[in-house]
T-cell receptor, first 114, second 116 residues
Framework: DTAVSQTPKYLVTQMGNDKSIKCEQN?????MYWYKQDSKKFLKIMFS???????INETVPNRFSPKSPDKAHLNLHINSLELGDSAVYFC?????????????FGPGTRLLVL | AQKITQTQPGMFVQEKEAVTLDCTYD???????LFWYKQPSSGEMIFLIY??????QNATEGRYSLNFQKARKSANLVISASQLGDSAMYFC?????????????FGGGTRLMVKP
């Protein structure tokens, strides 16, 4: 009964490749997010998405693109992977209802680019 | 722009004692939410506690309480009766409740180590 799940948990790939990370939530939330945690443990928002709009952090390279086939899924596609993309990527979800805005995180995907 | 500062990169606490993890924030928005998350060595992000900027009382959840001082723009996490399992990274985060993106801004984290 996992609330927010991500696959794969680990991803090792070569520079220049294209890869995807999948995220699914079964909480009935209407908003999903992608965060990046770097080697110093710093967490930074990449995207916020609900079925109405996509908000992109302006610092995110356009090699990264979120794709949502339905309300319960928000996948992350990365083109032309670079060494600096190595990090842990977290998916999260929440509702927009006031007082219930807590974001629940997936287990993370550890990406290593060689 | 929002900013969250956690000034303690690492802290030790003796088992069964209480510990306070500091968090200060900076925002010009009148309506915001403050969150604390725990990240154990296994890596997952675990939600601990939430405080809304208009909440009259400090939030509490079991052994966790949030010492919210709005005028000082601080939202310190207090863990009572520390346990060995509390050893982890702790992140303070803020969300502007009027922001369409509802995104969280995180502090740099505090590594808590509980000594037996």
């Amino acid at each position: 009964d996992t609330a927010v799940s991500q696959t794969p948990k680990y991803l090792v790939t070569q520079m220049g490749n294209d890869k995807s990370i999948k995220c699914e939530q079964n909480l009935g939330h209407d908003t999903m997010y992608w965060y990046k945690q770097d080697s110093k443990k710093f967490l930074k928002i990449m995207f916020s998405y609900n079925n109405k709009e996509l908000i992109i952090n302006e610092t995110v390279p356009n090699r990264f693109s979120p794709k949502s086939p339905d309300k319960a899924h928000l996948n992350l596609h990365i083109n032309s992977l670079e060494l600096g993309d190595s990090a842990v990527y977290f998916c999260a979800s929440s509702t927009a209802r006031r007082g219930q805005e807590t974001q629940y995180f997936g287990p993370g995907t550890r990406l290593l680019v060689l | 722009a929002q900013k969250i500062t956690q000034t303690q990169p690492g802290m030790f606490v003796q088992e069964k004692e209480a510990v306070t993890l500091d968090c200060t924030y900076d925002t010009s928005d009148p309506s915001y939410g403050l969150f604390w998350y725990k990240q154990p060595s296994s890596g997952e992000m675990i939600f601990l506690i939430y405080q809304g900027s208009y909440d009259q009382q400090n939030a509490t959840e079991g052994r966790y309480s949030l010492n919210f001082q709005k005028a000082r723009k601080s939202a310190n996490l207090v863990i009572s009766a520390s346990q060995l399992g509390d050893s982890a990274m702790y992140f303070c985060a803020m969300r502007d409740l009027n922001n369409a993106g509802n995104m969280l801004t995180f502090g740099g984290g505090t590594r808590l180590m509980v000594k037996p």
